[in-house]
Nanobody, 121 residues
Framework: DVQLQASGGGLVQAGGSLRLSCAAS????????IGWFRQAPGKEREGVSC???????YYADSVGGRFTMSRDSAKATVYLQMHSLKPEDAAVYYC???????????????WGKGTQVTVSS
């Protein structure tokens, strides 16, 4: 079974940093793109970033320049390094895989459970 496990969330002051991890199993890791999404209370889920099977990365305008996504094929894990966090970055963050090596923007096939990021002002 495909499994995605997000971790690394927590409480951080505005301006601080966190690194989220998403451990994947049950599929050939490099054959799939993986994205990070977030959902804040009362808001719709939004895409944050995506990394393709070959490591190309894409970011939402709201996080560009502050967030960096990477992947470690040996560990079948993707990371989201977040810097200069703002209160508006607070949300539950989810990782998800797409049945494609490209970040096509299509429907995500598998979702992990989220990890909470709280940013205090």
């Amino acid at each position: 079974d495909v499994q995605l496990q997000a971790s690394g969330g927590g409480l951080v002051q505005a301006g601080g940093s966190l690194r989220l991890s998403c451990a994947a199993s049950g599929f050939t890791f490099d054959d799939y793109s993986i994205g990070w999404f977030r959902q804040a209370p009362g808001k719709e889920r939004e895409g944050v970033s995506c990394i393709s099977g070959i490591g190309d990365t894409y970011y939402a305008d709201s996080v560009g320049g502050r967030f960096t996504m990477s992947r470690d094929s040996a560990k079948a894990t993707v990371y989201l390094q977040m810097h200069s966090l703002k209160p508006e970055d607070a949300a539950v963050y989810y990782c998800a895989s797409e049945d494609s090596p490209d970040c096509s923007g299509g429907a995500m096939a598998h979702w992990g459970k989220g990890t909470q990021v709280t940013v205090s002002s």
